[in-house]
């Protein structure tokens, strides 16, 4: 495993991320929502990185993991602009970007703001527009009123929280509404069973890429995290298959 590093992007802000050179195109993963560059799938696509002898790169957002700020102080657009940092100061070269649910959402607007870096996406349950589509009118009602929604999770002891300024950005950079201008391969993975984003959204998100070369791979018992030995499996064929494409 690499050291943690840390790119500093603003007064009193770093971010924290995990650098392999190597060759191709560099696998940048974008995280999931209150998710952290330590998850099963980002590690476990990293050792198979390495023994490939293959770029990595993965990191924290700002307010999540080991990188400074606080989580209900970030934005959509604010995370946006990490990954760009992390395309421009620290990937050398195309990256391919693997985004897991909101990462899959970031990994889109990334690929809109970069399309002479970006090689290639592949999305795991990605979940572009999931402010407008993930939750229920009352539910709207208390973050714009109340500034903070918190609901329990079920991946962790810690809240659900999501902040007016978050939402806000987020129906901001809504992506669904229109063709998406992405030109590159694009794979997307999604299960059947999941139970925080509906399969039926990679479809959707299919439709409205531009690109020709967009593929998606639905798993009936998968769910929302894909991250059983066989859903890792299926990532590293998918993530191999494309890098060896281009």
């Known amino acids: 495993m690499t050291d943690i590093r840390h790119l500093e992007t603003g007064p009193d802000l770093r971010l924290a991320y995990r650098h392999r050179p190597g060759r191709g ?26 023994s490939q002898g293959r770029a990595m790169l993965r990191f924290d957002y700002a307010g ?10 970030q934005t959509l657009d604010g995370w946006r602009d990490d990954v760009l940092a992390m395309i421009d100061r620290v990937a050398e070269g195309p990256v391919v970007l693997v985004g897991s649910s909101m990462g899959g959402w970031l990994m889109l607007l990334a690929a809109l703001a970069r399309r002479e870096r970006v090689a290639g996406l592949v999305g795991i349950a990605a979940a572009p527009d999931f402010t ?20 329990a999770s079920p991946y962790g002891e810690a809240p659900y929280v999501t902040t007016r300024g978050f939402w806000e950005s987020g129906e901001r950079l809504c992506l669904l509404h229109a063709d998406i201008a992405i030109d590159c391969p694009v794979r997307l993975l999604h299960g ?25 791979w639905l798993v ?8 059983r030995d066989q859903d890792i499996a ?3 064929a998918t993530v191999n298959g494309l890098l060896e494409a281009l």
């Open 192 to 216: 059947q069973a999941d139970e925080d984003v509906p399969w039926r959204q990679s479809l959707a998100l299919m439709d409205r890429l531009r690109s020709a070369d967009v593929q998606a």
């Open 220 to 227: 009936k018992d998968g769910d929302h995290r894909l991250s």
């Open 64 to 73: 999540c993991g080991a990188s400074d700020g606080a989580f209900d102080d």
């Open 234 to 236: 299926l990532l590293i």
């Open 132 to 151: 407008s589509w993930g939750f229920t009118g009352e539910q709207k009602l208390t973050i714009l009123r109340e500034g903070r929604l918190a609901e």
């Open 25 to 50: 195109p560099t696998i940048l993963f974008l995280p999931g929502y209150m998710s952290d560059m330590e998850g099963g799938k980002a590690t476990a696509l990293d050792a198979w990185a390495e």
